[in-house]
């Protein structure tokens, strides 16, 4: 199966001469086409600090990214912008959703930003808005809906443009527990129907229970990695938890 995502003996150290502090270790694996991969890891093993490197919003010390074949480490910072446009999916913690804008301006300013044709935006938006059950709301501003619903809004808009790679950083955080569950239930949908490939940064068991695979990073290595497999979501909800046992963790989340 073809590889979105390729990761090479990465390392990514902060500071300078006399205090240098290694935040990633020799990182290396691959993500397939239609993968959802969990990233997770104690506060300060450099889990965000390698999805940042991934969504090329920092750079690595050395090593290689490659996203589609293309390594997003020799780009230079005009080739960086349109590559962000056209190859990547951002959905962030704090939903960075603009307030001015409805939820259908929302998600087609991603489109705008690439250079679709106007008469086709509104097909495109109708389109992704059913396969997240937000059509009800899309004339809607962002204050006018719940959370859960900004992070579905958010959610369109990461995938309307097709990116090869979608970047979801802490997606729940912000979130209860009922409009958690609405969100994960429809990356899974995401992922399964429309083959969209998820890498997710997150804390929690229960949201990394969703995905097929889960990295854990500790110390900026990677410490161990699970697959689902045939498991159902509880029983790797289970796994998940042991393996956060070992790293330290909070397992205070259940089902």
């Known amino acids: 199966m073809l590889k979105v995502l390729t990761v090479e003996n990465i390392e990514k ?27 997770m890891g104690p ?8 999805l940042n490197c991934i969504s090329t919003i920092d750079k690595i010390t050395t090593g290689s990214i490659l996203i ?16 962000r446009r056209d190859e990547l999916g951002f959905i962030f913690q704090d939903f960075n959703l603009l307030d001015t804008l409805t939820a259908a301006e929302n998600i087609a300013l991603a489109l705008t930003i690439q250079g679709r044709q106007a008469e086709e935006i509104p097909q495109i938006v109708s ?7 937000i059509t009800d709301i899309l004339e809607k501003f962002p204050y006018e809906v719940s959370g859960g619903q900004k992070q579905r809004i958010a959610s369109a808009r990461a995938i309307v443009t097709n990116p090869s790679l979608v970047l979801a950083d802490e997606p729940t955080g912000a979130l209860d527990s ?22 997710m940064v997150t804390h929690d068991a229960f949201t990394a229970s969703y995905a097929k695979r889960i990295l854990f990073i500790k110390d900026g290595k990677v410490f161990n990695e699970l ?27 259940v089902f």
């Open 13 to 39: 150290y902060y500071g300078n001469k006399g205090n240098v502090s290694k935040a990633i270790d020799r990182i290396s694996f691959d993500v397939k086409k239609g993968d959802f991969v969990g990233i």
């Open 227 to 253: 697959y689902r497999g045939k498991d159902t979501r509880k029983e790797f909800f289970n796994r998940i938890i042991e393996v956060v046992t070992l790293l330290g963790g909070d397992t205070n989340n």
């Open 68 to 83: 589609s074949g293309k390594d997003i480490t020799t780009l230079k910072r005009s080739e960086l912008e349109k590559f």
């Open 178 to 199: 009922k409009s958690a569950r609405m969100l994960l239930d429809s990356f899974e949908q995401l992922n399964a129907e429309l083959k969209t490939t998820i890498l």
């Open 127 to 133: 389109e992704v808005a059913d396969k997240l059950d």
């Open 43 to 50: 506060s300060g093993s450099g889990k965000t600090t390698l």
